[in-house]
T-cell receptor, first 114, second 114 residues
């Protein structure tokens, strides 16, 4: 059963805590992405990675960090430096070789700061 | 500035009725435009993709149109069903770097009532 998974589905963070959101894909895609979704706004790019051991900042990378040690995995850490982290986080992957570049999205993680 | 705007922001229709959602973009250069359906609390799923040379494309009860001259696209839903209740997101890909050149609209929230 191929796809992209995210965990946990819901996450609660206390002030000053770092938390890590998991993203795993078995689609053999090279490219992976992290987006943040807030009500009334389009998805905003946090980080993306086009190959293993390489990643680039997106439009709103401050307060976030990522790693890409394996092709299948692209975890996102929300650090205490992110002042307003409450949002819905979406991970996506894409086969950058195939034309029409469709991004496949995971089910999302809803992060709430207590 | 590259932007994607969608209208209306939200829409309520009765089951069985048709509706049309609009997407206007200022993304340049333009490579393709994709419509996604996002159920509440889930990740977006691709419905259709339009390239520069395509005017109309259908996927079951969903029909997308593209006018590249006026930079407008529409998504028409025929004979709506309760399961069509979701957010519909228009995404424009500007070509080039696969990391940063996806521009997401804010979505239209559709509610289909019995």
């Amino acid at each position: 059963d191929g796809g992209i998974t995210q965990s946990p589905k819901y996450l609660f963070r206390k002030e000053g805590q770092n938390v890590t959101l998991s993203c795993e894909q078995n689609l053999n895609h090279d490219a992976m992405y992290w987006y943040r979704q807030d009500p009334g706004q389009g998805l905003r790019l946090i980080y993306y990675s086009q190959i293993v051991n390489d990643f680039q900042k997106g439009d709103i990378a401050e307060g976030y960090s990522v790693s890409r040690e394996k092709k299948e995995s692209f975890p996102l850490t929300v650090t205490s430096a992110q002042k307003n982290p409450t949002a819905f986080y979406l991970c996506a992957s894409m086969d950058s070789v195939v034309s029409y570049n469709e991004q496949f999205f995971g089910p999302g993680t809803r992060l709430t700061v207590l | 500035k590259n932007q994607v705007e969608q209208s209306p922001q939200s829409l309520i229709i009765l089951e069985g009725k048709n509706c049309t959602l609009q997407c206007n973009y200022t993304v340049s250069p333009f490579s393709n435009l994709r419509w996604y359906k996002q159920d509440t609390g889930r990740g977006p799923v691709s419905l259709t993709i339009m390239t520069f040379s395509e005017n109309t494309k259908s996927n079951g009860r969903y029909t997308a149109t593209l006018d590249a001259d006026t930079k407008q696209s529409s998504l028409h839903i025929t004979a709506s069903q309760l399961s069509d209740s979701a957010s519909y997101i228009c995404v424009v890909f500007g070509g080039g770097n696969y990391g940063q050149n996806f521009v997401f609209g804010p979505g239209t929230r559709l509610s289909v009532l019995p």
